[in-house]
């Protein structure tokens, strides 16, 4: 089931909501969710979703015995086991086929290529277990006891198929103490509207230039090229925050606090901050749970960093480019390092922002081309050896035409709405004339966002995949 789709809005999540709020106690309320979560999850692959359950079940065993040996071998051997189990699913349906093509590609060899549906979400959900096994073998959070407790944290649906990865510190004592109040509501509605624009009017619209631009590669021009893998960072963007700000959204509505996910990566001054506000999610957990690990016996900084960088990279797809996006960013990352933050900032505001803009364009451009063909072919356009010219008269028609839609695309990657609430927040006539606006802007985009939903073919948002 897709958060963009017309029955989701206008069926399910109602519904969902109506049963929540008529029950009464915090226990039948979570009842509802895990139902509904699981409905959520098997309207797609039903089969799939006995391997989230199984996910659960393993995982909450291994929580209670990790607490019952508490400091004994046990303990360590429990968090072993589990963490390897969540990794193994991982392995084994996202990675196999892809594991096995480099070994028959090395070795001429000939082994079956497993061809095994990716279950949605199975990224996110395993990140999720295993930061909650590793949290409960360092004590930093103690063992859910109720397995329906536990069932709904790895399963409600608002964050369960695209993220973002919520740790169970985040929200463990919502789950039997929350409410909503009527603040939470309307912030709930007006960020899940907001996240649903994004997508529809935003990110859906982008994406048709980055399918005529990237899409034919071999026929680009160097400015074209440009062009493409900046609108493509401009789509990914506001696919994924959309879905983000939905989930973030939804949650609220149900009385639970998820963490940010974006904080406009790209008002970046360097390559570190854009990480430090994309995805935020995924970069601490990896920086929390990976960063510090012993390799080889000792903590090697620079080492930890290129794993991170490298898991970073398998983790959005069994894919080399994905590999090499990770690494390419994991450089980046690495050189700044090694400059220092003093000297970083030392360097003039402008060349900053242009250096950090060009290998961000470049990265999403490495994102894109699963083909290592194509790849090489959009290189080659960027530095200008594309063969097809400086620019193209179809790249230009594509440019004046969609002129509203990229300048409305580059403005909403600036914190506008967070200046002008500064600003009001402590004014009682700008906030109440503020909130209005904000009332009747949602429901202007609602029912925009909805008029162009009438008519549209499925379009998932493209973490799904991930």
Same mark, same amino acid.
């Given at each position: 089931?897709?958060?963009?789709?017309?029955?989701?809005?206008?069926?399910?999540?109602?519904?969902? !909501?109506?049963?929540?709020?008529?029950?009464?106690?915090?226990?039948?309320?979570?009842?509802?969710?895990?139902?509904?979560?699981?409905?959520?999850?098997?309207?797609?692959?039903?089969?799939?979703?006995?391997?989230?359950?199984?996910?659960?079940?393993?995982?909450?065993?291994?929580?209670?015995? !990790?607490?019952?040996?508490?400091?004994?071998?046990?303990?360590?051997?429990?968090?072993?086991?589990?963490?390897?189990?969540?990794?193994?699913?991982?392995?084994?349906?996202?990675? +196999?086929?892809?594991?096995?093509?480099?070994?028959?590609?090395?070795?001429?060899?000939?082994?079956?290529?497993?061809?095994?549906?990716?279950?949605?979400?199975?990224?996110?959900?395993?990140?999720?277990?295993?930061?909650?096994?590793?949290?409960?073998?360092?004590?930093?959070?103690?063992?859910?006891?109720?397995?329906?407790?536990?069932?709904?944290?790895?399963?409600?649906?608002?964050?369960?198929?695209?993220?973002? *990865?919520?740790?169970?510190?985040?929200?463990?004592?919502?789950?039997?103490?929350?409410?909503?109040?009527?603040?939470?509501?309307?912030?709930?509605?007006?960020?899940?509207?907001?996240?649903?624009?994004?997508?529809?009017?935003?990110?859906?619209?982008?994406?048709?230039?980055?399918?005529?631009?990237?899409?034919? !590669?071999?026929?680009?021009?160097?400015?074209?090229?440009?062009?493409?893998?900046?609108?493509?960072?401009?789509?990914?963007?506001?696919?994924?925050?959309?879905?983000?700000?939905?989930?973030?959204?939804?949650?609220?509505?149900?009385?639970?606090?998820?963490?940010?996910?974006?904080?406009?990566?790209? *008002?970046?001054?360097?390559?570190?901050?854009?990480?430090?506000?994309?995805?935020?999610?995924? +970069?601490?957990?990896?920086?929390?749970?990976?960063?510090?690990?012993?390799?080889?016996?000792?903590?090697?900084?620079?080492?930890?960093?290129?794993?991170?960088?490298?898991?970073?990279?398998?983790?959005?797809?069994?894919?080399?480019?994905?590999?090499?996006?990770?690494?390419?960013?994991?450089?980046?990352?690495?050189?700044?390092?090694?400059?220092?933050?003093?000297?970083?900032?030392?360097?003039?505001?402008? *060349?900053?922002?242009?250096?950090?803009?060009?290998?961000?364009?470049?990265?999403?451009?490495?994102?894109?081309?699963?083909?290592?063909?194509?790849?090489?072919?959009?290189?080659?356009?960027?530095?200008?050896?594309?063969?097809?010219?400086?620019?193209?008269?179809?790249?230009?028609?594509?440019?004046?035409?969609?002129?509203?839609?990229?300048?409305?695309?580059?403005?909403?990657?600036?914190?506008?709405?967070?200046?002008?609430?500064?600003?009001?927040?402590?004014?009682?006539?700008?906030?109440?004339?503020?909130?209005?606006?904000?009332?009747?802007? +949602?429901?202007?985009?609602? !029912?925009? +966002?909805?008029?162009?939903?009438?008519?549209?073919?499925?379009?998932?948002?493209?973490?799904?995949?991930?």
């Amino acid at each position: 089931m897709v958060f963009s789709r017309l029955f989701f809005l206008y069926l399910f999540f109602p519904i969902c !909501i109506v049963v929540y709020a008529a029950v009464g106690n915090i226990k039948n309320k979570n009842t509802v969710l895990v139902i509904f979560s699981l409905i959520f999850y098997a309207w797609g692959e039903p089969v799939y979703v006995l391997l989230m359950l199984l996910s659960a079940v393993i995982n909450y065993s291994a929580g209670l015995l !990790i607490d019952r040996f508490r400091g004994r071998k046990l303990d360590g051997f429990t968090t072993f086991a589990a963490v390897f189990y969540n990794l193994l699913m991982l392995v084994i349906f996202k990675y +196999s086929g892809f594991i096995v093509e480099n070994i028959n590609a090395v070795f001429s060899a000939d082994f079956h290529v497993p061809e095994l549906q990716l279950p949605i979400g199975i990224s996110f959900y395993t990140f999720q277990t295993i930061s909650y096994i590793i949290d409960c073998h360092w004590e930093t959070v103690k063992p859910q006891k109720k397995f329906k407790n536990f069932l709904l944290y790895l399963s409600l649906f608002p964050q369960l198929i695209a993220g973002p *990865i919520v740790r169970y510190s985040t929200i463990e004592g919502e789950i039997e103490n929350r409410k909503t109040t009527s603040a939470d509501l309307a912030y709930g509605l007006n960020r899940l509207i907001l996240g649903l624009s994004k997508k529809v009017l935003l990110a859906n619209q982008l994406s048709i230039i980055v399918d005529d631009i990237l899409g034919g !590669i071999e026929n680009a021009s160097f400015v074209g090229a440009w062009y493409g893998a900046a609108v493509y960072a401009l789509q990914i963007y506001f696919d994924f925050s959309g879905y983000s700000d939905m989930a973030i959204g939804m949650g609220r509505i149900f009385g639970f606090h998820f963490d940010e996910n974006f904080n406009h990566p790209f *008002i970046c001054k360097d390559i570190t901050e854009f990480w430090q506000r994309w995805h935020i999610s995924l +970069s601490t957990f990896f920086r929390d749970y990976l960063l510090y690990i012993p390799i080889f016996g000792k903590r090697r900084k620079y080492g930890g960093l290129f794993l991170v960088w490298l898991c970073t990279g398998i983790w959005h797809g069994a894919s080399w480019n994905f590999i090499i996006w990770g690494l390419y960013y994991g450089l980046f990352v690495f050189l700044e390092m090694k400059i220092g933050k003093k000297r970083m900032k030392k360097i003039p505001v402008v *060349i900053r922002q242009i250096y950090s803009k060009i290998v961000i364009v470049i990265g999403f451009g490495i994102f894109y081309f699963e083909d290592l063909g194509q790849l090489g072919t959009f290189f080659k356009t960027i530095f200008g050896f594309g063969g097809n010219g400086f620019i193209r008269l179809t790249e230009k028609i594509s440019v004046v035409n969609n002129m509203y839609l990229l300048i409305i695309a580059v403005i909403c990657c600036f914190p506008i709405l967070a200046g002008i609430k500064k600003i009001t927040e402590k004014s009682f006539p700008a906030k109440t004339v503020v909130s209005f606006a904000t009332t009747f802007a +949602s429901a202007a985009l609602l !029912i925009l +966002s909805s008029i162009m939903l009438v008519d549209a073919t499925t379009n998932p948002f493209l973490y799904f995949r991930f």
